[in-house]
């Protein structure tokens, strides 16, 4: 739902379902199995070989924490679900209480990927990806804003239904 304010706009995202990285789910998981059978191989095993899974174990949580830096580093954000409120060169996304302040650079752009706005670098790196708009007109109303357009209640197109 879009709502425009004297400064931008309020729009209420619809909650998507995000996609997560089953490899990594699995990695963690396995650490995790992992942990149980050190902690079993130190009270069955001599101390050499508990030592040697224990070691083991470190050296797995060590690669497991930096694929995940790795990955957070990489993906861009996704903002779905939540309240977006729209200024020019700047966001608010407040997601069940938590807000997150998102100010673009002079080089960010945004571009419009369907119903989905893209926040991208001078490099055209990704680095936020909005979607859960209610309809094109919401993302498009967001781009104009963001980019410093303003936009007017007079140009709302009003429908009327019978209930």
Same mark, same amino acid.
């Given at each position: 739902?879009?709502?425009?304010?004297?400064?931008?706009?309020?729009?209420?995202?619809? +909650?998507?379902?995000?996609?997560?990285?089953?490899?990594?789910?699995?990695?963690?998981?396995?650490?995790?199995?992992?942990?149980?059978?050190?902690?079993?191989?130190?009270?069955?095993?001599?101390?050499?070989?508990?030592?040697?899974?224990?070691?083991?174990?470190?050296?797995?949580?060590? $690669?497991?924490?930096?694929?995940?830096?790795?990955?957070?580093?990489?993906? /861009?954000?996704?903002? +779905?679900?939540?309240?977006?409120?729209?200024?020019?060169?700047?966001?608010? !996304?407040?997601?069940?209480?938590?807000?997150? !302040?998102?100010?673009? /650079?002079?080089?960010?752009?945004?571009?419009?990927?369907?119903?989905?706005?893209? $926040?991208?670098?001078?490099?055209?790196?990704?680095?936020?990806? $909005? %979607?859960?708009?209610?309809? $094109?007109?919401?993302?498009?109303?967001?781009?104009?804003?963001?980019?410093?357009? /303003?936009?007017?209640?007079? !140009?709302?197109?009003?429908?009327? +239904?019978? %209930?």
């Amino acid at each position: 739902m879009l709502k425009l304010t004297d400064d931008g706009a309020k729009i209420t995202l619809q +909650s998507q379902s995000q996609t997560t990285d089953s490899g990594m789910f699995w990695f963690g998981s396995a650490l995790l199995v992992g942990a149980v059978a050190v902690a079993m191989a130190m009270s069955f095993l001599s101390e050499r070989l508990a030592i040697g899974a224990l070691a083991l174990l470190i050296i797995g949580s060590f $690669i497991f924490n930096r694929q995940r830096q790795k990955q957070k580093k990489s993906v /861009a954000s996704v903002i +779905s679900g939540g309240t977006l409120w729209v200024r020019a060169g700047e966001l608010v !996304h407040d997601n069940n209480g938590k807000r997150e !302040h998102i100010h673009l /650079a002079d080089g960010d752009t945004a571009k419009l990927v369907g119903e989905q706005l893209q $926040i991208v670098d001078a490099s055209d790196a990704c680095k936020y990806h $909005i %979607n859960g708009f209610d309809s $094109i007109q919401e993302a498009t109303a967001a781009k104009a804003i963001l980019q410093g357009q /303003a936009l007017s209640k007079r !140009h709302v197109n009003i429908k009327m +239904s019978d %209930n």
